[in-house]
Nanobody, 125 residues
Framework: QMQLVESGGGSVQAGGSLSVSCVAS????????MAWFRQVPGKEREGVAA???????SYTDSVKGRFTISRDNAKNSLYLQMNSLKPEDTAMYYC???????????????????WGQGTQVTVSS
């Protein structure tokens, strides 16, 4: 089993920046695929950014050029730097991981077995 714990997030005005972090513990698969998702109440969980074992990143169109996903395998950590934030970025952000190295659909939630509890990001206009 793998445990994921998110931190960071918070509240910021539109145009500002925030970062969220995720630390993995437990049985950790080296260089497994990891991702960030977000969810607003009443809506489906949306894939925001993902990174495979080789460090190749994928982003949903709405965050391209604004968000950057990164990972530090030595620290078993995943990060999401969010710049130029918009009110529509407001959501609960979740870290996800799986034992697979190269998911076919890296921004789809079904690809990931392990999930964190989430951290709230709120962007005010």
């Amino acid at each position: 089993q793998m445990q994921l714990v998110e931190s960071g997030g918070g509240s910021v005005q539109a145009g500002g920046s925030l970062s969220v972090s995720c630390v993995a513990s437990g049985y950790i698969y080296l260089r497994n695929s990891m991702a960030w998702f977000r969810q607003v109440p009443g809506k489906e969980r949306e894939g925001v950014a993902a990174m495979d074992r080789d460090g190749s990143a994928s982003y949903t169109d709405s965050v391209k050029g604004r968000f950057t996903i990164s990972r530090d395998n030595a620290k078993n950590s995943l990060y999401l730097q969010m710049n130029s934030l918009k009110p529509e970025d407001t959501a609960m952000y979740y870290c996800a991981a799986d034992s697979s190295s190269y998911p076919r659909d890296p921004l789809r939630s079904y690809e990931y077995k392990y999930w964190g509890q989430g951290t709230q990001v709120t962007v005010s206009s």
